[in-house]
C-alpha cells in the first residue's frame, strides 16, 4: 500500500492540506458539494477528489473556478497566505457594519472550539487562547491548575472569538462576559468530559474544568 493510499480519507472526510481547506470554506460559505461544485463548472465527483485525496494535482484554471466559486484566493486555498497575519489587507470600499443577534452569537460560539479569554492578574488584564466547547449554553474549557486559564475560577471574566478573511476585508466577532466557576461535582466532571467536542491542544494533564455562564453576549459583523 503507498503512502497516498494511506492517507486518503475513506469516510469521506476531508484529507490533506488543499482539501481540508477547500472543504473548510466551503462549509464557510454555507454551500454544499454539489452547490460548490457547479459554480466552479466542475463535477461534483471531482471536487469529492481534490477534498479527499491529498495528492490531488489540479490545474491553475481548475483552481482559478474553484477559488471564484468559493469567494477567496488560490493563495489562500493552497495556504501561500499561512504565515501572513489577518488585518492586513485594505479595508473594503463599502462596508457594511451590523450588531448579531443573540442566536447569531450562540450559533458561532457552538461552531467553533479556540477562543480568548481575558482575565485580571496582580500584575494587569491577560488574554490567553484556550480550547473550549459550549455545552448547556455555558462555556466550558479544561486546564491545569496554575495555568494562565485557572486564574478565571471565581472572578468575571471576558471570553471572544472570531474569524476574519482577509480577502474581502471581512469578518465577525462575538463577546462574551460572565462569570467563571470551577467544576468540582464528579458527576458533572464526566458529563462535561463526554460531551465537550474540544480538547486542550497543549496536551498534559489537564483535571480542571472551568465554566463560564455569560450574563452578556454581543456580536457584530463586517461585510463587503
Same mark, same amino acid.
Given at each position: 500500500m503507498t503512502e497516498q493510499t494511506q492517507a486518503k480519507a475513506p469516510d469521506g472526510s476531508p484529507a490533506g492540506d488543499l482539501g481540508r481547506r477547500i472543504a473548510a470554506?466551503? /462549509?464557510a460559505q454555507g454551500l454544499s458539494r454539489a452547490e460548490a461544485a457547479a459554480r466552479a463548472d466542475m463535477a461534483t465527483g471531482y471536487l469529492r477528489?481534490?477534498?479527499? $485525496?491529498? !495528492?490531488a494535482a489540479p490545474s491553475r484554471s481548475a483552481m482559478l473556478r474553484l477559488? @471564484?466559486?468559493l469567494e477567496t484566493t488560490v493563495s489562500a486555498l493552497t495556504g501561500g497566505d499561512v504565515d501572513r497575519p489577518p488585518g492586513a489587507g485594505q479595508a473594503a470600499p463599502a462596508p457594511v457594519f451590523t450588531e448579531l443577534s443573540r442566536t447569531e452569537c450562540g450559533d458561532l460560539l457552538?461552531? $467553533?472550539g479556540v477562543g480568548r479569554l481575558a482575565v485580571s492578574t496582580? +500584575? !494587569?488584564p491577560l488574554i &490567553?487562547? &484556550?480550547n473550549y466547547s459550549v455545552v448547556d449554553g455555558t462555556i466550558v474549557f479544561r486546564t491545569a491548575r496554575g495555568a494562565a486559564p485557572s486564574l478565571a475560577s471565581g472572578s468575571r471574566v471576558a471570553f471572544e472569538i472570531d474569524r476574519i478573511d482577509d480577502v474581502f +476585508? #471581512? !469578518? %465577525? +466577532? /462575538?463577546? /462574551?462576559? !460572565?462569570?467563571? #466557576?470551577?467544576v468540582t461535582d464528579r458527576g458533572e466532571v464526566l458529563r462535561l468530559t463526554r460531551r465537550s467536542y474540544s480538547k486542550p491542544w497543549? @496536551?498534559?494533564?489537564?483535571?480542571? %474544568? &472551568? *465554566?463560564?455562564?455569560?450574563?452578556? &453576549?454581543? @456580536? *457584530? *459583523?463586517?461585510a463587503a
Amino acid at each position: 500500500m503507498t503512502e497516498q493510499t494511506q492517507a486518503k480519507a475513506p469516510d469521506g472526510s476531508p484529507a490533506g492540506d488543499l482539501g481540508r481547506r477547500i472543504a473548510a470554506r466551503r /462549509v464557510a460559505q454555507g454551500l454544499s458539494r454539489a452547490e460548490a461544485a457547479a459554480r466552479a463548472d466542475m463535477a461534483t465527483g471531482y471536487l469529492r477528489h481534490l477534498e479527499q $485525496h491529498p !495528492g490531488a494535482a489540479p490545474s491553475r484554471s481548475a483552481m482559478l473556478r474553484l477559488a @471564484g466559486a468559493l469567494e477567496t484566493t488560490v493563495s489562500a486555498l493552497t495556504g501561500g497566505d499561512v504565515d501572513r497575519p489577518p488585518g492586513a489587507g485594505q479595508a473594503a470600499p463599502a462596508p457594511v457594519f451590523t450588531e448579531l443577534s443573540r442566536t447569531e452569537c450562540g450559533d458561532l460560539l457552538a461552531t $467553533h472550539g479556540v477562543g480568548r479569554l481575558a482575565v485580571s492578574t496582580e +500584575s !494587569g488584564p491577560l488574554i &490567553v487562547p &484556550v480550547n473550549y466547547s459550549v455545552v448547556d449554553g455555558t462555556i466550558v474549557f479544561r486546564t491545569a491548575r496554575g495555568a494562565a486559564p485557572s486564574l478565571a475560577s471565581g472572578s468575571r471574566v471576558a471570553f471572544e472569538i472570531d474569524r476574519i478573511d482577509d480577502v474581502f +476585508s #471581512q !469578518g %465577525w +466577532s /462575538v463577546l /462574551v462576559r !460572565g462569570h467563571a #466557576q470551577p467544576v468540582t461535582d464528579r458527576g458533572e466532571v464526566l458529563r462535561l468530559t463526554r460531551r465537550s467536542y474540544s480538547k486542550p491542544w497543549a @496536551g498534559g494533564r489537564r483535571d480542571l %474544568w &472551568v *465554566r463560564i455562564r455569560p450574563d452578556a &453576549v454581543t @456580536g *457584530r *459583523r463586517i461585510a463587503a
